[in-house]
């Protein structure tokens, strides 16, 4: 506490301490029995929230929020409580805050997509809201070490799909980089301890070099007599992380682990010292990037470029003002340096800055399904950009990779369903041309236009842009997917020798309610839109003994030397090795045995290690296409117990027609399970299918694949 009163009068000397010593006094009362996981008091978290709103140099308001932003939740004081004690404006953002925690939900998924909603919807209408879930979220990561380890990779997860994109969207580096760290650590261990070692490894030779280069570019302002301040700034270690497995490359093949940046006290020095550099070292092409004249979609503004220096080595350069610096580390909460008031409605600034969080709540609005709606805020979070001009010169950003469908939708949803072609650079595209920054795009529209193809949804990025198609269709196709909806869902009823009653169209009714939808109409078009299965309707009204899953009986194809070709051998007997069960899609390598044929082993299996000093016995094979042949493997599911786990993992199963030669589940006493299943593919990629949909199921944590059973 003492810590938060010392330093928020350093930037605003005319805070009012005293709201938030109360907020203190009232939230060490209301949490007085209550500890976190550590043991330690859980007014200390409060506190450790508040600081970090104190560091990013919030208003007094957001940071008494930020003390009492737990205690609707985990108290039993009530919001006009509050409201009472400390004003509307803090209940609200304390309300903003708060999970939906006292609502029953049917499944986590629900509760978690319900939670994000209201976050957003609240963020929306105050934009500190989700700055006091940040820091919430930041030193509940400080701490997860103390967290239940089954917990640990959900909540990382979480935070790196969800917490991170946001601190980028509202361009808080400081804790976008933290969080990023942070959630690497509990995610992949091993791989973040191995990066630490090696860059404290490495310390002492990179600030070595670091300082030489700073010297020259001192030597070389002074010479010009521009003054600026030069910083040495190493990459966190999730982006390095990032840069080895996209590259492919070990961490001594890394070269750009640094980062120089030059703060001047000008734009126009800016520039200068751009030219400067670029005497000094020649620039790489293609990799200047002017983000002053083109601010980012979080107001990020900076000059970058990379150079290769002396030594023949990459080296990335930003320059920047000193109020480009401040905006670049605290985002949005930058508004707050200099004034206590900051008026949401008319600030364009910010309103420029979120105006990615209007074009979610626009989409959000037509998703129900709460899986759709975590799979589409992911994807509208976590995009790269680029610059598109209009005509007319008017600059638009869309995520990269998007189209000129997507720009069309962005301009006007009209554009976008009467769009029949498109320009650009004055020269016709095809509507599936990845847009690239500095395109000007001209969309070209027809009144005889019939409306959007289906097609497009597989062309367009943006998830605005593919909920305005999928609701065009809903509207226009309304009455056929009805029509189909229902014959769906008797032909189901059918199957399952459901008899139609009074009894079961009252349940029936109730179903259709609680799944949200009016009328049992909007249910069945929902089901011909493939948006609804008659099972999650069926499923809630018979018991699910009387709902078999139907895996189709396919009996794996016994494999034959049909299946594999030996380089320069023919009518030769083919064995797979047991030890890495090789599928087709697999890089493989054959094995001359003594007497038993070739025996097929993947590329990397450690046995192939062993055996290949008698090289002369290696020989190359490759895999025929035969999707009528077979092969075993098996998989190893971690997943948190709950019921009806195993009856939604066999589902998969169910709907890529695959068949399970054996199942193994043990739950243990923290009520993780582990699921063993063996069963037959026909080639790599549809394993990897199987698996990604798996892993799509509520509750699973990871799935493996073991290649020695």
Request: one cysteine or more.
């Amino acid at each position: 506490m003492k810590y938060i009163l010392k330093k928020i009068p350093e930037y605003a000397p005319q805070a009012d301490l005293s709201l938030i010593k109360k907020a203190y006094r009232y939230a060490a009362k209301a949490h007085k029995n209550q500890n976190r996981y550590s043991g330690e008091p859980y007014i200390l978290h409060l506190l450790e929230v508040a600081k970090i709103l104190v560091d990013l140099e919030l208003d007094t308001i957001t940071i008494t929020a930020g003390i009492l932003h737990d205690i609707l939740e985990d108290t039993i004081t009530q919001l006009t409580t509050i409201e009472e004690e400390f004003g509307e404006e803090i209940s609200m953002l304390v309300n903003g805050v708060t999970k939906l925690s006292r609502i029953s939900f049917k499944t986590l998924e629900e509760q978690q997509a319900e939670n994000f909603r209201k976050m957003f919807l609240a963020m929306a209408e105050d934009v500190r809201v989700i700055l006091i879930k940040l820091a919430d979220r930041l030193n509940n990561m400080r701490t997860l070490q103390y967290v239940p380890a089954f917990k640990r990779a959900r909540i990382s997860r979480e935070t790196l799909e969800i917490y991170v994109p946001i601190a980028n969207r509202l361009g808080i580096s400081k804790i976008q980089w933290e969080l990023e760290d942070l959630s690497l650590r509990y995610l992949e261990p091993m791989k973040y301890k191995a990066v630490v070692n090696r860059i404290a490894k490495n310390r002492l030779e990179r600030e070595k070099y670091v300082e030489s280069i700073k010297g020259t570019i001192k030597k070389e302002l002074q010479k010009v007599n521009i003054e600026a301040e030069i910083q040495g700034r190493p990459k966190n270690i999730y982006s390095i992380y990032k840069k080895m497995e996209e590259r492919k490359k070990d961490f001594f093949q890394i070269y750009d682990l640094i980062a120089i940046r030059v703060i001047c006290n000008s734009v126009r020095d800016c520039y200068a010292v751009l030219g400067l550099l670029h005497s000094i070292w020649k620039p790489m092409p293609g990799r200047f990037k002017d983000y002053i004249a083109m601010p980012k979609s979080n107001m990020y503004q900076s000059l970058h470029t990379t150079v290769i220096t002396q030594q023949g080595e990459p080296l990335e350069i930003q320059i920047r003002t000193w109020e480009m610096h401040h905006t670049a580390e605290y985002g949005i909460a930058a508004h707050w340096k200099y004034k206590e008031k900051v008026d949401f409605k008319k600030d364009k600034k910010i309103e420029e800055r979120l105006s990615w969080l209007r074009q979610i709540l626009e989409w959000q609005k037509d998703l129900k399904d709460p899986r759709e709606f975590m799979e589409n805020l992911k994807i509208g979070l976590f995009q790269d950009e680029v610059f598109i001009f209009t005509p007319k010169g008017d600059v638009k950003i869309l995520p990269a990779g998007s189209t000129p469908i997507d720009f069309a939708y962005l301009i006007h949803t009209d554009i976008g369903h009467s769009c029949v072609g498109a320009k650009v650079n004055k020269k016709i595209v095809p509507l599936d041309y990845k847009l690239k920054s500095g395109d000007i795009v001209e969309i070209l529209t027809s009144k005889l236009s019939r409306g959007p193809s289906r097609d497009w949804l597989n062309v367009v990025k943006t998830s605005g842009a593919k909920n305005k198609i999928k609701t065009w269709f809903k509207k226009e196709m309304r009455e056929e997917n009805i029509r189909k909806g229902r014959e769906i869902f008797e032909k189901e009823m059918e199957r399952l020798r459901i008899d139609s009653s009074a009894e079961f169209n009252k349940k029936l009714n109730n179903i259709c309610i609680e799944l949200g939808f009016s009328q049992l109409e909007t249910m069945f078009e929902n089901i011909g839109y493939g948006k609804l299965t008659p099972y999650q309707v069926l499923s809630k009204i018979v018991p699910q003994e009387r709902i078999p899953i139907v895996i189709p009986p396919v009996r794996p194809k016994k494999r034959t030397d049909q299946g594999v070709r030996v380089e320069g051998i023919d009518d030769v007997m083919i064995r797979f090795a047991r030890c890495c069960n090789p599928v087709p899609g697999d890089r493989i390598i054959g094995y001359i045995t003594r007497g038993r044929g070739v025996s097929i082993h993947k590329l990397g299996c450690p046995n192939i290690n062993i055996i290949s000093s008698d090289k002369d016995r290696l020989v190359k094979v490759e895999w025929l296409k035969n999707e009528e042949l077979f092969y075993p493997v098996k998989i190893k599911i971690i997943a948190e117990d709950r019921a009806s786990l195993v009856y939604d993992i066999m589902l998969v199963f169910s709907n890529f027609k695959i068949s399970i030669s054996a199942i193994h589940a043990v739950t243990n006493k923290s009520g993780v399970a582990t699921i063993d299943i063996n069963f037959s593919t026909n080639s790599l990629k549809q394993f990897q299918e199987v698996v990604k949909t798996i892993r799509k199921v509520k509750n699973v944590l990871s799935v493996k694949r073991i290649e020695n059973f």
